[in-house]
């Protein structure tokens, strides 16, 4: 029964690296989520806030108004649409136009009439437009004279803004499921048991895990990144070491977190819920989709304290304003505070039966 | 300790094994403390076959997991090749084979690559190859785990078990849902690693197991054990070898249990509920012929009867008076 070993499996962390790998790469949902979903994202919100040039203002024009108003607006072009009162009453309402002329009260009077709402910033901008076209066409002459400079700056649109937060979305989504439903399901299927039952060192098993993920999360930055540069012309302004540390410190903050998640969950249902009670709220509040600035002020020390924020505003800084190391410490030292203490946590609580 | 004697592979005593209801977050206790071992002494020789026999909940997979340095015992000592699990972990591990009750290996992994995960954990280990042709799953080499039969699954579970080439095998249910041919090639395996030396410890609820794999048996109930010896040594426990099943017909009067024992070669009587009852006899030939009469001088028939040789079942029913497949 004593043979000796002739093809060395080599070391445990490489075997267990290799499992996990293995997995990743014949589960096909697995694919799916890690690098098409980002992108199916991306392309569906880079599509509903691409940027087409300033829209017309559109104005609503009731019956009475003169006829040389409408000319000089449609020569200043205005797009303007004549309605009868219960039409301007519904379009304004909806936002399809941006003010409704009035015609004047009575023979007598030339006053013209602007109805808008006074809130919406559309309303206003449209108001200004109107009124500076009719005053100019009525015989008004600017005392002072100006020059329009147009600048097109890179990297303020939305798709920018879309770009990072995906990145961020998709490497602490990857951390949390990669990790923390992996040693779940590990748990239920009595593996994480009968591992311990061979002479395997628990720690190989966690090596095994962040080392996954570190051959990962490249492909992942990768295949996000390209994609955005060619069909949206979004571009790395920082260095790609910048956006390394900060993608890997990010990505090992969630695996801590995942680590804690997963530390006694007994069934795959038990470890969804909980990771969507983590990561749920992040989606919300850290800046993926939105700017996590229009929370109000009482809430922003503690928005800015998740690490998903942490992890969004140092990928902005440094794919979009090009910051380097030194620009996103900040973020950083949020990211590992969050994973330490959950690691730590985590490995004290955790449960392997 | 007192020095054991240098055959011994797996020693306990006084094993205790008490779950605290509220340590078992998140699931939800009852509140109440669970003993599953409740003081248990074992002395498991090298080289033979050693199985805990008992119903389901009787706490066999408790006292193999502490043994195997799963669990911890809350109260006990244990000691594998005189080496403890407190002190010579690493050793030990080294030397024992475990496959627990249920473990479903990676699905999308093939066979030969659990056996590398597997093997990678050792010092020195055998060879996927050799393992493989020891389980007879060479050619399942590249199936994936998910395509193999519930047998297939189970000798590769004992297969990543015999990579280290452990002096001790733990297995604990190892035909639990298998059809019989399975079994029977699970059994072959067991035998052959014990008739090359090694140590086996088993549970199982399966009689017929316990009598064709186990040198030695221990009848656990409710934590702790109720009998032990060799299976023969159990069953001829009982004072006969044999047993006579029957159940009456169209009698309104049921024989009462004295008249049974006062029939000619009859050690014991059980009626159960059901009408049918078992009576241990050294005798058959002398037996059968005085219960018929005994039936017939009633004015009743017999709806069935047989006889067959004593198991361990009758052992265990003797004791506890409940089947082993009831739990």
Redesign the interface.
């Not at chain 1, 499996?9 to 445990?12: L, N, Q, R």
């Not at chain 2, 195997?68 to 669990?71: F, H, S």
């Not at chain 2, 627990?100 to 990676?106: F, H, I, N």
């Given at each position: 029964?004593?043979?000796t070993?002739?093809?060395a499996?080599?070391?445990?962390v490489?075997?267990?690296t290799?499992?996990r790998l293995?997995?990743l790469r014949?589960?096909p949902g697995t694919l799916f989520w890690v690098f098409g979903f980002p992108i199916l994202i991306s392309i569906a919100l880079g599509l509903a806030f691409r940027n087409t040039g300033p829209e017309p203002v559109r104005v609503g024009v009731l019956p009475g108004v003169p006829a040389d108003v409408t000319g000089a607006l449609v020569a200043g072009g205005v797009k303007v649409q004549p309605l009868d009162e219960e039409a301007a009453r519904l379009e304004l309402r909806a936002g399809r136009v941006a003010l409704v002329l009035v015609p004047s009260a009575g023979p007598g009077d030339a006053t013209l009439g602007y109805r808008y709402d006074p809130m919406r910033p559309d309303a206003r901008l449209g108001r200004a437009v109107v009124d500076g076209i009719l005053q100019r066409a009525a015989g008004r002459r600017d005392p002072r004279p100006v020059r329009d400079d147009l600048v097109r700056e890179r990297g303020a649109r939305y798709i920018d803004f879309l770009i990072p937060g995906m990145i961020g979305m998709n490497l602490m989504s990857g951390s949390m499921w990669g990790i923390g439903w992996v040693l779940v399901n590990m748990r239920v299927?009595?593996?994480l048991?009968?591992l311990?039952?061979?002479?395997?060192r628990r720690r190989h098993l966690f090596y095994a895990q962040a080392l996954a993920r570190l051959i990962v999360i490249p492909i992942e930055l990768a295949v996000i990144l390209i994609f955005a540069r060619l069909a949206f012309d979004v571009r790395l302004t920082g260095s790609v070491i910048a956006l390394a540390v900060v993608s890997l410190t990010g990505s090992a903050s969630f695996a801590g977190l995942a680590i804690l998640v997963a530390s006694?969950?007994?069934n795959s249902e038990?470890v969804s819920g909980l990771m969507n009670l983590v990561m749920l709220p992040m989606f919300v509040l850290s800046g993926v989709f939105f700017s996590s600035a229009h929370f109000p002020a009482a809430m922003q020390p503690a928005i800015n304290a998740l690490p998903l924020t942490a992890l969004c505003n140092g990928l902005r800084a440094v794919i979009i304003d090009g910051a380097g190391l030194a620009g996103i410490a900040g973020s950083l030292a949020v990211l590992a505070i969050w994973g330490a203490i959950s690691f730590v946590v985590g490995l004290r609580v955790f449960r392997?039966? | 300790m007192p020095a054991e004697p240098a055959d011994t592979a797996v020693s306990c005593r006084g094993l205790r094994k008490v779950y605290d209801a509220r340590r078992r977050?998140?699931?939800g206790g009852t509140g109440a403390p669970v003993v599953a071992v409740d003081g248990l002494d074992l002395q498991i020789r090298r080289g033979e076959c050693f199985g805990l026999l008992g119903p389901n909940g009787a706490g066999k997979t408790t006292t193999v997991?502490i043994l195997?340095?799963?669990?911890e015992p809350s109260s006990g000592e244990v000691e594998l090749l005189g080496m403890s699990w407190a002190r010579d972990e690493?050793r030990l591990?080294?030397r024992i084979g475990?496959a627990?009750?249920?473990?479903?290996?990676?699905e999308?992994?093939s066979v030969t690559?659990v056996l590398?995960?597997?093997?990678?954990?050792?010092r020195?280990?055998?060879?996927?190859?050799?393992v493989l042709d020891d389980v007879e799953l060479t050619e399942k080499r590249d199936a994936w785990v998910g395509k193999l039969s519930g047998g297939q699954r189970q000798r590769l579970a004992i297969a990543?078990a015999l990579v280290?080439?452990p002096d001790i095998l733990f297995l604990d249910e190892p035909t639990t849902g298998l059809d019989p041919q399975s079994r029977r090639q699970l059994w072959d395996l067991v035998l052959k690693f014990r008739g090359?030396g090694g140590t086996v410890v088993l549970t199982t609820h399966y009689m017929e197991e316990a009598e064709r794999l186990c040198d030695r048996v221990a009848i656990i109930d409710h934590g702790h054990i109720i009998k032990e010896g060799s299976p023969a040594e159990l069953i001829r426990g009982l004072g006969a070898a044999h047993v006579i099943e029957f159940a009456l017909e169209g009698s309104n009067a049921p024989l009462a249990e004295a008249e049974l024992l006062a029939l000619p070669a009859v050690t014991g009587a059980r009626l159960s509920a059901d009408g049918m009852c078992a009576l241990t006899v050294s005798e058959p030939a002398r037996a059968l012929p005085a219960l018929i009469a005994l039936v017939s001088g009633r004015g009743a028939g017999l709806a069935h009867l047989e006889t067959r040789h004593a198991t361990l079942e009758d052992v265990f029913v003797t004791l506890t008076g409940r089947h082993l497949r009831d739990g």
């Open positions: 029964m004593a043979e070993r002739d093809d499996p080599g070391h445990p490489v075997q267990l290799l499992m293995r997995e014949r589960e299927r009595k593996l048991k009968r311990l039952a061979a002479p395997m006694r969950a007994q038990t392997w039966g | 977050w998140p699931a997991e195997e340095g799963i669990l690493v591990r080294e475990v627990l009750q249920e473990t479903r290996l990676p999308r992994l690559e590398n995960l597997f093997r990678s954990f050792y020195r280990a055998r060879t996927a190859a050799a990543c280290g080439e090359a």
